[in-house]
């Protein structure tokens, strides 16, 4: 990552976020309701935890083939995925709920998925939510070598495959953060000195991270083994499928609303500076996708209303239906973009086709 500094434009003339900014607060005191989020979430909570860990209890416990072993192990997956869209999310952007420890304590929900809540916010709240699609700086869209996001990335001729091997490779996601990533991350952030709030002590955050994986890799892995008697392999797969399952459907759920067609990959010019203010910035580099179906809001944790999500990250997704209406009104008044595919699978074919067009050879080349 460049550690240049790059700086958006302050000039709206039209005044689009202030704008849409009253309307939402008015929509909020109108109804006379909180941003954050209600029995709603709180319910929504129970169902993520109990798809995430029922299954995992059950084959701890119950003897059964191993075909079911499998498909609770994806199950668990399903549930993990939904732990981390639903509750880690909403608590790590502070608006899980109105206070301060329920945040944080619903926000380390984050260990039990594999992360580390350091290294989430600072790629995901400072990093991505900040410099949006842009190389060099939005962590997300860099995939290292093997997969071309941006074309602003480097390609090689192994791209050409891409939109057939990356799908396989989503999967990888939350493993790799069990693995390796975040002692990586880590690393560079402390040496940046990056933060999502005040600085962390370097002692306490190595501690920290070490503590956790620790205890991590002792609760899925050791115990199973060596507590409750089941086969090294049975355990080696069955976590494997968990998190493949689960990194499958976050690494999907994020393409879909950053890297296809109709969003944009910018960047600065030579000083740094950056055509838009940074919500207009939002406006051209996410995109919704599904809005209007409720299973994928419910499941994704409304991020399939990226859009809303970016210009008001610490609004709870419980809301995002209704202000939606709303940004999309305001961005067509000022006549800026609002990104949408009417339906996931229209969003998936665009994804793999944005693969597919990254993957061809550059002209300058």
Known sequence: MTNNTISFSKTDKAKFFRTLNKRVNTYFKENKIKRTGNWKLYSKAIIMFSIFLIPVILILTVSMSQW??????????????????????????????????????????????????????????????????????DEDIDAGRIIRFSKHSK????????????????????????ITTDFKQSYRYLKRKLSYGEFPNPATQWTTLVI???????LWIVLPILVLDIAWWKVLIGFFVM???????????FQLAHVVPKTAMPLPDKEGNLEHTWAIHQLYTTSNFAPTNKFVSYYTGGLNHQVEHHIFPHI?????????????????????????????????????????TLGYKPAHI
Not at 157 to 177: A, E, M, R
Not at 212 to 218: D, E, G, N, P, S
């Open 243 to 253: 998190h493949y399952t689960a990194g499958m459907i976050l690494s999907v759920v």
């Open 212 to 218: 956790t994986k620790i205890a991590y890799y002792l």
């Open 155 to 178: 390609w090689l001729p192994i791209h050409h495959f891409q939109k057939y091997y990356s799908i396989f490779l989503y999967g990888l996601l939350t493993i790799n953060w069990a």
């Open 68 to 137: 079911m072993l499998l498909l609770l192990a994806v199950i668990s997956g399903v549930g993990m995925a939904g732990v981390g869209m639903n509750v880690m999310h909403d608590s790590n952007h502070d608006s899980f709920s109105s206070k301060k420890w329920v945040n944080k304590l619903m926000g380390s929900s984050i260990y039990i998925l594999a992360g580390n809540v350091y290294n989430w916010k600072v790629q995901h709240n400072v990093l991505h939510h900040t410099f949006t699609n842009i190389q060099g700086y």
């Open 316 to 356: 709870s997704h419980i809301h995002y239906g209704k202000i939606a209406k709303i940004v999309k009104e305001t961005a067509k008044e000022f006549e800026l973009p609002y990104n949408e595919y009417k339906t996931m699978t229209k969003a998936i074919i665009e994804h793999f086709n944005q693969l597919k």
